[in-house]
């Protein structure tokens, strides 16, 4: 018997592949495929190069507005939010699969459906997490085959508008766009203009950010509507019940954050999904670039403000604590029902298989 | 404007034939003459030892099986089934999972079905060697998935339980620096190596 080996110059396509927060595989199964990603120590360096740009753009900012504090408290709230998210998806893939739980094999390793030997659970939870949660989208095992709540872990770091941290330059102002809803909010509290920056936050500022913030949640649940109504769009999934409904969300959800990884069972390459998943994607990238270059202008032609004692501090605990929690309430509002619908709904259907 | 025009024309020129040709050359040339073996796929007599293939005898230890489906013979492809990298994700030559999700009908059966196969075999099977990988093709099994292979390959070839506990363990990687990864054996030089011993 012989084998089919595709070979090519893969290596060093690789080294540009999550530089760029690309993610595009040379092979099918993109990372997971042995000449991709051959030992321990490339999957560490894959994921070291995807982090890089994004999260070292938080000191280039730093530098820029004349304060490092500023770029360090953004990177707080990069780091913190990916923290937890790694914590739980990892836990959630050291789980058993429950369909190999019930064929009658038990054990301690993990969910190893989908994953490579060499990796194991916690790298390949963790190569999700920093995939999903910068615009990457390359992967090292089939996230399809994640357990309930580990796909939604990989699902809901894009839908935090990938800010942690993100894609190059992306992930930034995203971000910058929820620190200003975040002094918004903080100078309602206190009863005094917001500022960011020296900058005065106000109604038209607020009214660009607000707006910035809604365009992907509403693309991406619209398309995801329009993709569960029509026939074409229920055709697209391989798995059964709430999965399928997952791979759906999951699919759209990637591809109007621009992530481009995905649930691989739903069929994408079909006319219904690559018109509704190009405006998805069209949409999703430059329709938020418009409030976002508008606000840019506004704030620039601002005068800067010298601060003072009444001033609400935008480098300190408090503003990182307050934007983590802007972050997820926008999230976690706009994306909840949807996240019950699959992965909730998946996970508390205990013993029942689709 | 035009002067724009034709820097932004220049740039992409110049980038297209530094990053899209000179790259590329430079980063093949580096590759053929530094690291030949593994830049042409790490190919050995008996095939890449990064690539899994189906191993069907007793007298060998089995790698995982691939997304075809359970170890059962394929009359519409006229291949073998079990772990034959061939025809992972269902096409010749194409690296893929079977992207089933943890609540799948199909996987349990599948499942249920590989479990069976195994017992089969006088061997009771760990997660690995009942489930996929990500790529299909997956060349490595933990040492804990080689050692539940012992009765079957000590049954088939006569080697004591020790003696192949002790290949088992020489032949172990361990986790690259002590905590990239997972411990693993490639199973293509976990056989080479039996070979060597029946």
Redesign the interface.
Known sequence: MTQTIARGPIGFMEAIKQLGTNGGGFLNANSATTFENPTGLTNFLSMYLLLAIPVALTHTFGKMVGSIRHGVALLSVMALLFGVWVGFTSFAEHQNNPAVAAAGVHSTVGNTEGKEVRFGDTSSALFGVASTMTSTGSADAAYDSFTPVGGMGLMTGMMLGEVTPGGTGSGLYTLLIYAIIAVFIGGLMIGRTPEYLGKKIQAREVKLAGLAALVMPVVVLVVTAIAVSVAAGRAGPLNAGPHGFSEILYGLTSQGNNNGSAFGGLTGNTPFYNIVGAIDMLLGRFAIMVPVLALGGALAAKNVVPESLGTFRTDNGMFVGLTIGVILIIGGLTFFPAISLGPIVEQLSHGRFF | MLVHLRRSFTMALICLVIFGFA??FA??GV?QLLFKF??????TAN??T??G??WTSPKFFHG?PDDFGPYAANAATNT?GGD???VA?GF??????????????V??AN??K??AYWHSMGVN????L?????????????P??ALVQIPMVAKATGLSAATLTKLINSQTHG???GF???S?IDVLQLNEALAKLT
């Open positions: 790259y590329a980063g093949t590759a593994q830049a042409n796929g790490s190919i095939g890449s990064l690539i293939q189906n995982r073998a034959n990298p061939l994700n010749h030559g194409q690296s893929g999972a079977t992207n089933l999700g943890p609540h799948s009908k996987l349990l499942t249920k590989l479990v099977p760990t997660p690995d009942v489930t996929t990988s990500g790529s299909g093709y997956d060349p490595d099994i933990s804990q998935d986790a690259q620096f990239l990864g997972a693993y």
